[in-house]
């Protein structure tokens, strides 16, 4: 498996800006799937030209939640490749052109390796304040021989939560992607590669408590599970 960042608060290469945002291509078992789309649809396209990533060779968008730094390139990458499968919160409307929108509510098989955890919330807000605002979320797990490759976008409903989600389906072996404010520091303790992106707070800490997991995310980092 492989994972390209294209969008992240940090850059790995002087060509690509640093945004607010993020996004990451999944190369897994013959399937491109696009994680995000970052803030800036010109910024996303740019990013994969510079990288060397081309729009028609992606077969899936999955959308985590529906803020603008992971939705905002959306429509921009549908008019340059709308022949995918686009798995979406199931509040998000509007979406177009597309092969196919998924409505996401529940966890599910994407296909034989790829699973999301439907939409999930955090325990100490209510479900209808959390739709309001956004809060639901959706993140992507990829089964892999090493184990479950799992890639968030904010975390929003606690990194706890999300690995306990995945937990009924595999073993945690990679968690890629934003964190928010997480700082539960002693649930990553099983995990073999850590790497926090986008809107992580607590990255110095997670880099000194797993410094033999820890990668640092940012634009053009390249992770081969």
């Known amino acids: 498996m492989r994972l390209t960042i294209i ?18 291509l999944i190369e897994s078992d013959g399937i491109n799937l696009l994680f995000d789309t970052g803030t800036s649809g010109a910024l996303l396209m740019e990013h994969m030209k510079v990288i060397g990533i081309d729009p028609q060779s992606i077969d899936e968008v999955f959308i985590s939640h529906i803020h603008f730094d992971h939705a905002g390139g959306l429509a921009t990458f549908l008019n340059a490749n709308g022949n995918v499968t686009v798995y979406a919160p199931s509040p998000v409307r509007g979406i177009r ?16 390796h790829f699973y999301t955890t439907g939409l999930l919330g955090s325990e100490e807000l209510s479900p209808d304040f959390q739709n309001m605002m956004g809060l639901m979320e959706q993140s992507l797990a990829i089964q892999t021989e090493k184990g479950l490759v799992v890639v968030a976008g904010c975390s929003h409903p606690g990194v706890g939560n999300i690995l306990d989600a995945v937990k009924t389906v595999g073993t945690p072996y990679a968690l890629i992607g934003g964190l928010h404010g997480f700082d539960d520091f002693d649930v990553l303790k099983d995990l073999s590669v850590i790497c926090p992106t986008h809107c992580t707070q607590h990255i110095a800490e997670i880099e000194s408590l ?14 081969e599970i």
């Open 7 to 24: 969008y992240d608060n940090e850059s790995r290469n002087e060509k690509l800006k640093a945004d607010w945002g993020f996004s990451c």
């Open 97 to 112: 052109p597309a092969r196919e929108v998924v409505y996401i509510n529940e966890p599910m098989w994407l296909n034989e």
């Open 210 to 223: 797993y410094p033999g997991e820890f990668v640092r995310g940012g634009v053009g980092e390249i992770l």
